[in-house]
C-alpha cells in the first residue's frame, strides 16, 4: 500500500524559508514521477516542483529560482526547499507520485498517490 505522509509546514513571514518533506513507501515502480503541488483556498489544485527517477526536475514559472525539489531514494524522502517565501506562496502543500515518466505542466489527474498535505502560510 503506498503512503505518502508530508511535513515541514507552518508559518513565516515574508522572505523566509521552509523545507518540506515527503515520506513515501510501498512505491515500487522504477520509473516514476515525483511532485509538489498546491492548493490555495478558492484556486485549484496547481503543479509547483516534479522530479523524475533519473533526478531530472521541473518548476512552475511562479517559484523557479526560489524552490528547489530533490530526492533521497536511501531516506525515501521527497524535500522541497522553499527560499524566499511571497504570501502568495500560502497553500496547502501535498506530494504525489505518478507511474511512468515527467511531463510539464505537472497535471493533477495524472498523479495516483496523493498525501494529506502540509499547510504553508507567509505573512
Known amino acids: 500500500d503506498v503512503q505518502l505522509v508530508e511535513s515541514g509546514g507552518g508559518s513565516v513571514q515574508a522572505g523566509g524559508s521552509l523545507r518540506l518533506s515527503c515520506a513515501f513507501s510501498?512505491?515500487?515502480?522504477?520509473?516514476?514521477?515525483m511532485g509538489w503541488f498546491r492548493q490555495a483556498p478558492g484556486k485549484e489544485r496547481e503543479g509547483v516542483a516534479i522530479?523524475?527517477?533519473?533526478?531530472?526536475?521541473g518548476y512552475a514559472d511562479s517559484v523557479k529560482g526560489r524552490f528547489t525539489i530533490s530526492k533521497d531514494n536511501a531516506k525515501n524522502t521527497l524535500y522541497l526547499q522553499m527560499n524566499s517565501l511571497e504570501p502568495e506562496d500560502t497553500a496547502m502543500y501535498y506530494c504525489?507520485?505518478?507511474?511512468?515518466?515527467?511531463?510539464?505542466?505537472?497535471?493533477?489527474?495524472?498523479?495516483?498517490?496523493w498525501g494529506r498535505g502540509t499547510q504553508v502560510t507567509v505573512s
Open positions: 504525489a507520485a505518478a507511474a511512468g515518466a515527467c511531463y510539464m505542466p505537472p497535471r493533477v489527474d495524472r498523479y495516483n498517490y
Open positions: 510501498g512505491y515500487t515502480y522504477s520509473g516514476h514521477c
Open positions: 522530479i523524475g527517477s533519473s533526478g531530472s526536475t
